[in-house]
């Protein structure tokens, strides 16, 4: 989930947003409960104008609870284009400042006359070019945004991705499919961050993203130094209940969990 806000003159804090948001909630349930007051008055004075009165008060209390749940779906909806546009800007700024590094590093290789060193340099550029493209090739918005938006998230975990050549997901599963998958990915990799033993200080952690198809199946396998407890995996599987994703254990002690989705829109 992702916490963000716009920067700009005079913007709310969350917590002034979360109490507006939870005074709309409140809205509909006093409402409703104000109609006792006019049920009450029927019941004391049964009369034609108590009846009335009754549905006069009935249509407001719909109109007013209506308008209460306009304006808190409205503030939410506007709660998370800021989330969104406050996650991109912070990925563009952390790529921005890759590439800068990158290009110093480079100069610097030039300046000095080492060739050698340039063309590793020029291959690493290249290889995240590569990989970039090919992470927005995938075609599942949520995933691409997940993905390309990782580093600038400050978790302690270098994360790559290998995809298999001219793989499209969007070509392979529904949108709603690729919502899963996306999420069955963040909680592997959450569980794989917090999960097993602590690494030594100073030392991040790694693990890899491979993106495949196997006999007419959508396969993510993530490779680190870890295996999952049984327990995470259980979690993780009850996550998935009722999906398409479905989880395996490999044996190989490189791989930390595996999914595998079935091709069909």
Not at 153 to 158: D, M
């Amino acid at each position: 989930m992702l916490y963000l806000v716009t920067v700009g003159v005079d913007q709310p804090s969350f917590v002034e947003r979360g109490e507006a948001m939870k005074s709309w909630k409140r809205v509909p349930w006093i409402a409703a409960c104000s109609l006792l007051i006019p049920l009450v008055f029927v019941m004391l004075y049964p009369a034609l104008i108590s009846s009335v009165v009754c549905a006069l008060w009935s249509v407001a209390v719909l109109l007013i609870s209506v308008n209460a749940m306009k304006k808190q779906a409205e503030a939410e909806r506007r709660t998370i284009i800021q989330s969104m546009e406050k996650t991109a800007i912070a990925s563009l700024n952390h790529h921005r400042h890759d590439w800068m590094n990158d290009l110093q590093v480079l100069y610097g290789y030039l300046r000095l006359g080492k060739l050698d060193k340039s063309l590793q340099c020029v291959e690493r550029i290249k290889e995240r070019v590569t990989e970039e493209s090919r992470i927005s090739r995938l075609g599942i918005p949520s995933l691409v945004f997940y993905l390309q938006s990782f580093r600038a998230s400050g978790i302690a975990l270098e994360l790559h991705v290998e995809i298999e050549d001219e793989l499209q997901l969007s070509a392979l599963v529904s949108p709603e499919d690729g919502e899963s998958l996306t999420g069955a990915i963040a909680d592997a990799i959450r569980a794989y961050q917090y999960g097993g033993g602590r690494s030594s200080w100073g030392e991040v952690r790694k693990l890899t993203l491979n993106f495949g198809q196997d006999h007419g199946d959508v396969v993510v396998r993530l490779d680190g130094d870890q295996t999952p407890d049984p327990e995470t995996l259980r979690q993780l599987t009850a996550v998935l209940k009722g999906k398409k994703v479905r989880t395996e254990q490999l044996p190989s002690e490189d791989t930390f969990i595996q999914f595998r989705m079935p091709c069909g829109i």
